[in-house]
């Protein structure tokens, strides 16, 4: 079934077009890479697929409801519940343990407080990183922080994860073992991922790659058989 849909999407900045009339659907459970060269658009088609940024033109629905036209405050409880956003750079909150970061999205989602901290410890435990659970970030290294903020982003089993170059500040090894586990726990639970990546090897993670060119699909194509696909397609 899709599960979000975009139809016409156009975006500028003052006059600088990012978008120009971008058309896709992502599937339920879905992983989609998009690729293309620097300033092509990808984050600014992220950003308005996540509800963080409204198109000028063009209409974001998501289960068969317009989100495009939603307030600010509907739009980031979206992204609190049934969306995730993972960035370059984790955005851990540096005063806060590892768990006390993954814990938060369910402390603010109304998770009472042991549950939280036993849910995050399960998390950095899949990623990994349980023994940093106590933590804070400015003690782990680059990869480390990366999976406690995959953790964080995923705890909340969101139905779609968007992410941006989130190992691109990492070196190619750790990138690599970082995205494998963000792919392989995304398929566990059926999470749809969109991933913006600048490298084809991770790009061959996905179901599927959408290059953009100049703000507009210049084509789509499978992902590589990669070891992960899991023959989803
Ligand atoms: N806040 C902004 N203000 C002005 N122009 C912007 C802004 N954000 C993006 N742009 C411009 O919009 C276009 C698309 O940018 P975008 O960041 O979406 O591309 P990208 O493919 O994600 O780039 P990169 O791979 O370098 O991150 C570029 O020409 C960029 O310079």
């Known amino acids: 079934m899709t599960k979000l849909e975009a139809r016409g999407l156009v975006k500028s900045y003052g006059p600088t077009p990012a978008l120009r009339d971008v058309t896709l659907d ?11 060269p620097s300033g092509c658009g990808k984050s600014t088609l992220l950003h308005c697929l996540a509800g963080i940024l409204r198109p000028d033109a063009g209409e974001v629905s998501w289960r068969g409801h317009r989100i495009d036209t939603w307030s600010e405050a509907a739009r ?5 519940t049934e969306f995730g956003v993972l960035f370059q750079f984790g955005q851990l909150v540096a ?5 006390e970061n993954v814990a938060l999205p369910l402390l603010l989602a109304g998770t009472g407080r042991r549950a939280a901290r036993a849910a995050a410890c399960d998390w950095l435990e899949r990623l990994g990183v349980a023994e940093y659970a106590d933590v804070r970030p400015g003690e782990m290294s680059g990869g480390q922080q990366q999976r406690c903020a995959t953790a964080r982003a995923l705890v909340t089993e969101p139905r779609v994860l968007f992410a941006d170059e989130p190992t691109g500040a990492l070196d190619t ?14 398929r566990q639970q059926r999470t749809a991922v969109v991933l913006i990546t600048h490298e084809p090897r991770i790009a061959a993670y996905a179901d599927r790659e959408i290059v953009l060119r100049d703000g507009a699909i ?7 058989d990669a070891p992960l696909s899991g023959g989803a397609r």
């Open 26 to 36: 992502i599937d339920e459970g879905e992983i989609v890479a998009v690729t293309g």
């Open 76 to 80: 980031s409880r979206l992204r609190r």
């Open 95 to 99: 005063e806060l343990t590892a768990a």
């Open 173 to 186: 090894v750790t990138g690599e073992q970082v995205l494998t586990q963000l792919v392989r726990l995304a």
């Open 218 to 224: 210049d084509h789509t194509g499978l992902g590589l």
